[in-house]
Nanobody
Framework: VQLQASGGGLVQAGGSLRLSCAASGRPFSNYAMGWFRQAPGKEREFVAAIMWNAYSKDYADSVKGRFTISRDNRKNTVYLQMNSLKPEDTAAYYC???????????????WGQGTQVTVSS
């Protein structure tokens, strides 16, 4: 599976962005999908994950209530709607695909390139 993330940018605090991650290659619907982020000087951290059927979703506490993960298996795309953005959300955001919608990076087999999100105060 090849993953291509897009949608990052510069936004003011309180604003919104929607990230997209388009998949190609193996059947997208077979995989759970996750979003991770990494700020400069920090480790990559879990943001959100969604099972292949979209029935189960998981969020990091830091984004719960502000971010929403979704997927469209017909379009082979997973989304991350980010609302009420804060400066501490600034990071490179990565999408990932794996067999289980876990919170650990090693649980994912496929990774997209990062898309930068910068939130100004």
């Amino acid at each position: 599976v090849q993953l291509q993330a897009s949608g990052g940018g510069l936004v003011q605090a309180g604003g919104s962005l929607r990230l997209s991650c388009a998949a190609s290659g193996r059947p997208f619907s077979n995989y759970a999908m996750g979003w991770f982020r990494q700020a400069p000087g920090k480790e990559r951290e879990f943001v959100a994950a969604i099972m292949w059927n979209a029935y189960s979703k998981d969020y990091a506490d830091s984004v719960k209530g502000r971010f929403t993960i979704s997927r469209d298996n017909r379009k082979n795309t997973v989304y991350l709607q980010m609302n009420s953005l804060k400066p501490e959300d600034t990071a490179a955001y990565y999408c990932a695909g794996g067999r289980g919608a876990g919170r650990l990076a090693y649980e994912y087999d496929y990774w997209g390139q990062g898309t930068q999100v910068t939130v100004s105060s």
